[in-house]
């Protein structure tokens, strides 16, 4: 009932900038949060960052002052501005959200298919 498809993956050399989106579509009443997650090869999924409707920021600690979280949400929209990439960064990158169905009021907590960032030379 509520569906996100991301963009802006690819590939990019070290050092380099990617710009991730995702926008949430559906019967959606409210989204109390947003996130980024990513899976490398042979790694369990980990959060990259994420952002409340009020628009409190979370990082990992791998990502901080890399990073950068945003959110449009009249768009039901959520960023990642991401500088300074490094090959560690290469991975699947997920969007997630929560928050609360319309006329139902009942919980979700969705996910997008993914995205493949590869940062190399």
């Known amino acids: 009932q509520v569906q996100l498809v991301e963009s802006g993956g690819g590939l990019v050399q070290p050092g380099g900038s990617l710009r991730l989106s995702c926008a949430a579509s559906?019967?959606?009443?409210?989204?109390?949060?947003m996130g980024w997650y990513r899976q490398a090869p042979g790694k369990q999924r980990e959060l990259v960052a994420s952002?409340?409707?009020?628009?409190?920021?979370n990082y990992a600690d791998s990502v901080k002052g890399r990073f950068t979280i945003s959110r449009d949400n009249a768009k039901n929209t959520v960023y990642l501005q991401m500088n300074s990439l490094k090959p560690a960064d290469t991975a699947v990158y997920y969007c997630?959200?929560?928050?609360?169905?319309?006329?139902?009021?009942?919980?979700?907590?969705?996910w997008g298919q993914g995205t493949q960032v590869t940062v190399s030379s």
């Open positions: 997630n959200a929560v928050g609360l169905l319309r006329y139902t009021f009942r919980g979700f907590d969705s």
């Open positions: 559906g019967s959606i009443f409210s989204i109390n949060a």
């Open positions: 952002i409340t409707s009020g628009g409190s920021t």
